[in-house]
């Protein structure tokens, strides 16, 4: 049997939502603020000092560690490849000199005429971090990262597994009853997000896996194919870090449940737009949820408008659907051509609108829907 859970989770078409990218430790901040980023923009770099490896010359060669000094071909600061000539013996009648070659690249960080050893610094190890989402760059941290800003339609679940990943959605299924089938996966579905219903198969998950693509949102998933998927038993303190190849989300809970008619509906409304994905799950303290988050794009905002059942001209009745003039009836009073830049930082199109209550305001046109004529 299911079994479902009802947290507040995020289920929305039109949402801001910022995401803190920050470096684990201190580096570059490789962005502005204001500058635009896509999914995969780095926005701050940082060096991971390589691991400290001993080399024990004294043993290696047979010599006591005070005379180490006086055999080394090197100095601290010099830089080795694996198979350099690091210290050398001298022979004596009969008796070959020895060597000793370094074992790893890297640089000597220290010659111990104590220890007898060298200690080799293996190389500086690249930690980027990327924006996750398509969106603006709202705040810089110095030397740590940034905070990048996006308005989207996002979509939280209760339980995920993988890592943070992009790509196009395609619902898969006809409704949210539908359990998602390796039949159900096609050809061209690599690198897409796949969304399901009521739940997935182990032979789905297998051949989505296979199949190069890197996400699956679906109503449900049975633990025990999980387990079998990723060989082990998953905890559910904190998930993220699995080393798989694909993201996997459940919107509902475990077992088999329908996927709610609301989530199922809104993204079946952002199939064929890219979106990010992250399954990272944490239930304790500092609430994790994983989510799908599409960015509105001009052409987004377009299909929203159109959809809301008219053309925006001067004299069309509105309803504003955002704060603070939220749920508001009005008529539009005027299209400025020029883009606006709004509280956040974007820069938007606006509109000009005399509210029923007879106030005169101007407000982003994504902003609003169109009360189509009776």
């Known amino acids: ?53 001993t080399i024990k010359l004294a ?17 601290e600061g010099d830089t080795v490849a694996k198979g350099d000539i690091v210290a ?7 008796f070959k000199g020895r060597e000793e070659a370094s074992p790893y690249d890297g640089v000597v960080e220290s010659i111990s005429e104590i220890t007898g050893s060298m200690l080799v610094r293996e190389p500086s190890i690249p930690v980027e971090i990327r924006a996750y989402v ?11 990262g940034a905070v990048i800003e996006t308005r989207a339609a996002m979509v939280q679940g209760i339980f995920g597994v993988g890592g943070e990943r992009n790509g196009q959605i395609r619902v898969a299924v006809d409704s949210p009853s539908a359990v998602l089938d390796a039949k159900d996966i096609r050809d061209d579905d690599a ?13 789905a998950i297998q051949k989505a896996n296979q199949s190069g693509i890197v996400g699956l949102v679906v109503g449900a998933v049975r633990d025990v194919d999980l387990t079998k998927f990723l060989g082990y038993d998953i905890g559910v303190a904190i998930t993220g870090q699995e080393q798989i190849n694909i993201t996997i989300i459940a919107t509902e809970g475990f077992g088999t449940l329908n996927m709610a008619d609301r989530t199922f509906n809104l993204l079946k409304t952002i199939e064929g737009q890219n979106a ?17 988050i ?4 001009s052409a987004t905002g377009e299909a929203h408008m159109a959809a809301s059942g008219g053309t925006l001209a001067v004299g069309t009745s509105i309803r504003v659907i955002r704060e603070p003039y939220f749920g508001i009836l009005g008529k539009v009073t005027g299209l400025p051509p020029q ?9 938007v199109r606006v509109l000009e609108a005399k509210l029923d209550d007879g106030r005169e305001v101007t407000v982003p046109r994504a902003n609003v829907e169109i009360i189509a004529a009776s």
Do not use: H
């Open 88 to 94: 050398k013996t001298k022979g004596f009648l009969v």
């Open 191 to 203: 690198g897409k997000i796949v969304v399901g219903g009521a739940g997935v198969t182990f032979e």
């Open 134 to 144: 398509q969106g603006k760059v709202v705040d810089v941290m110095e030397s740590e």
């Open 294 to 297: 599409a960015p509105m794009t």
């Open 59 to 75: 043993e290696k060669l047979g010599v006591e560690a005070k005379e180490v000094p006086g055999v080394v071909t090197v100095k």
């Open 339 to 347: 883009l606006v830049t709004v509280e956040s930082g974007a820069e």
């Open 276 to 292: 990010s994905i992250n399954g990272a799950t944490q239930i304790r303290a500092g609430v994790i949820r994983p989510e799908v």
């Open 1 to 53: 049997m299911g079994s479902a859970y009802t947290p507040g989770l995020t289920v929305s078409k039109d949402v801001v939502v910022q995401r803190v990218r920050r470096l684990p430790i201190k580096g570059e901040v490789l962005v502005a603020k204001g500058d635009e980023v896509k999914f995969d923009t780095v926005v701050a770099r940082a060096m991971l000092p390589g691991p400290l490896q």
